[in-house]
């Protein structure tokens, strides 16, 4: 089991970065996808979500209405696009996969990428 993010990297706050995460070793479009945030010294935060057919989505309240959370079954690839970033939008970002099935919960979380969000 893979979950691999690319996309991060160094942008002036107004910019825009989109973030992927491709996923293999399970069955992806069983599973709702999450992106999540972390700076150093703080608690993971959940940044948006989005159900295994994609049909429905979840911000923070800290990023609604500048990112945008997608995903493509047949490339096993969940997306996150960041517009208008802000400073406080430096972390490092993680995509994680979720399933319960037959009461058993299956969680996957990937390495993470830095985003750097600074003029």
């Known amino acids: 089991v893979q979950l691999v993010e690319s996309g991060g990297g160094l942008v002036q706050p107004g910019g825009s970065l989109r973030l992927s995460c491709a996923a293999s070793?399970?069955?992806?479009?069983?599973?709702?996808m999450r992106w999540y945030r972390q700076v150093p010294g703080k608690e993971r935060e959940l940044v948006a979500t989005?159900?295994?057919?994609?049909?429905?989505?979840n911000y923070a309240d800290s990023v609604k209405g500048r990112f945008t959370i997608s995903r493509d079954n047949a490339k096993n690839t969940v997306y996150l696009q960041m517009n208008s970033l802000k400073p406080e939008d430096t972390a490092v970002y993680y995509c994680h996969a979720r399933r319960v099935w037959q009461s058993v919960q299956y969680d996957y979380w990937g390495q993470g990428t830095q985003v750097t969000v600074s003029s």
């Open positions: 070793g399970f069955t992806f479009s069983s599973y709702g």
């Open positions: 989005i159900t295994s057919a994609g049909g429905s989505t």
